[in-house]
């Protein structure tokens, strides 16, 4: 018998495939490629279960999403005192690429989920040389999604020769001392991570793993350390979706971040990630199709965090006691 939660999300997958409003990224030619019929929503608990529905073997480069993965392979690297120094932890209500409050106040970037602080997060990972620096990366999201990943050359290309707008960030944050005079060493790091491939069950697992305190719960290893995880799930639920973040955290409620190639990760910590794949985006950069998905399960499973003393603590026990009433 199909799970009452298999159901729900498959419910969910035809109410919402129909649904044609945004447009797919476009500022990187080659993301401009992406079908805008691709859709998938993947749910990976923190004990190992899947349920999942849609274009699941669909590849995409994981575009801002990294930036979540890589401050916590940061923090590990150097420790939260320098990365607050360097990368501060304050929503800044600006899109996603915006150059403007760099210029301003500290000159430190406002936080590791918009651009100009993921380049300098990306600049603090440790390693002698730009090939130690990427395969340390590719093997920490190894230990993520379980499985081997791999750049996608073109969308990297394609980024590295029109992402003017990084290069200038990259460059005023060298004037300021925010970064050091490796810059194009950092930028390549930069686009090699967003251009990382990954699908919607990978982009789950990964969720997972956060929400499972670290390790991964399908083959039980250990992806960052326990430490860190407040701190990544902190800013992931000020920052993760750009200046959406307010309207998202009080409408939804759960730690996340969007990138824009269309994915979204959710993390409802101890309980499951949710991950959703679908290219067609608002006007901040968020999946359209990730976001009324996310609000409909935060609503029906009360996954708001302070949705209390109900909430997300008995959302796992659901799942898990198959006595869960679904239907959207
Ligand atoms: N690589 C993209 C950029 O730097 C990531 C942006 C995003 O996903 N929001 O513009």
Not at 103 to 114: A, F, G, I, L, T
Not at 157 to 185: P, V
Not at 201 to 213: I, R, W
Not at 241 to 265: E, H, T
Request: proline share 4%; net charge negative; glycine share 8%.
């Amino acid at each position: 018998m199909t799970h009452p939660f298999q159901s729900f999300l498959e419910e969910l997958y035809l109410k919402y495939r129909d649904l044609k409003d945004g447009t797919v990224a476009s500022y990187i030619p080659e993301l401009a490629k992406a079908d805008s019929n691709w859709f998938s929503i993947s749910v990976v608990t923190v004990d190992g279960k899947v349920f999942e529905v849609g274009d699941l073997s669909q590849l995409f480069t994981i575009q801002s999403i990294s930036k979540v993965f890589a401050y916590g392979m940061a923090l590990e690297d150097r420790g939260r005192d320098t990365l607050l120094q360097k990368v501060g932890v304050e929503p800044t209500g600006d899109p996603f690429n915006s150059i403007i409050r760099l210029d301003e106040n500290s000159k430190r970037p406002d936080n590791p989920m918009v651009n100009a602080g993921a380049i300098a997060t990306t600049s603090l990972i440790k390693g002698q040389n730009a090939t130690e620096r990427i395969n340390r990366l590719l093997e920490m999201f190894r230990n993520y999604t379980g499985r081997d990943v791999f750049v996608d050359v073109p969308v990297f290309m394609s980024e590295r020769t029109t992402g003017h707008r990084n290069r200038a960030m990259a460059h005023l944050m060298y004037h300021f001392g925010m970064i050091d005079e490796k810059i194009d060493e950092a930028l390549d790091l930069y686009f090699q991570q967003c251009s990382i491939l990954v699908n919607c069950h990978d982009l789950a697992v990964m969720a997972a793993t956060l929400a499972n305190k670290g390790i991964n719960p399908i083959t039980g290893d250990r992806a960052v350390s326990v430490e860190y995880i407040r701190d990544i799930l902190s800013v992931m639920y000020t920052c993760g979706m750009y200046n959406y973040a307010g309207r998202w955290s009080y409408d939804v409620g759960i730690p996340a971040k969007s990138g824009v190639s269309g994915g979204l990760l959710a993390v409802v910590p101890n309980q499951v990630g949710i991950a959703i794949f679908s290219p067609l985006l608002d006007t901040h950069g968020n999946s359209v199709r990730g976001i009324r998905v996310c609000e409909e399960l935060s609503r029906h499973f009360q996954l708001h965090i302070f949705d209390l003393p109900m909430g997300c603590t008995q959302f796992l026990q659901k799942l898990s006691s198959k006595d869960s009433s679904t239907s959207v």
